[in-house]
Nanobody, 121 residues
Framework: QVQLVESGGGLVQAGESLTLSCEISGRIFTDYAAGWYRQPPGRQRELVATISRGGTTEYLDSVKGRFTISRDNAKNMVYLLMNSLKPEDTAAYYC???????????????WGQGTQVTVSS
């Protein structure tokens, strides 16, 4: 059964950077796309970034130019580099595996425990 373990969150000041990591096990890593979601306090979960099996990336408009998603197929890892963090980036961040149907990403893995990112102003 697929397992996802996120790490790398923390408390930072606005303008600083963090890199989130996600270790995925339990099925063939290269068979799936991957994505990062976040859930701000009191709000619904939203898709932040995706990366296809071939490495094509897509981003939520509010993080374009600041966040970079990447994958290491040799290590079964997915990363999210977050630069120029803003207080509105404060959220619990979750990684997923999934598939694309057209341009739409559909997660098909269980959710990990998430990692908390808090950005102070």
């Amino acid at each position: 059964q697929v397992q996802l373990v996120e790490s790398g969150g923390g408390l930072v000041q606005a303008g600083e950077s963090l890199t989130l990591s996600c270790e995925i096990s339990g099925r063939i890593f290269t068979d799936y796309a991957a994505g990062w979601y976040r859930q701000p306090p009191g709000r619904q979960r939203e898709l932040v970034a995706t990366i296809s099996r071939g490495g094509t990336t897509e981003y939520l408009d509010s993080v374009k130019g600041r966040f970079t998603i990447s994958r290491d197929n040799a290590k079964n890892m997915v990363y999210l580099l977050m630069n120029s963090l803003k207080p509105e980036d404060t959220a619990a961040y979750y990684c997923t595996q999934g598939t694309f149907i057209g341009r739409d990403y559909y997660p098909n893995s269980r959710w990990g425990q998430g990692t908390q990112v808090t950005v102070s102003s």
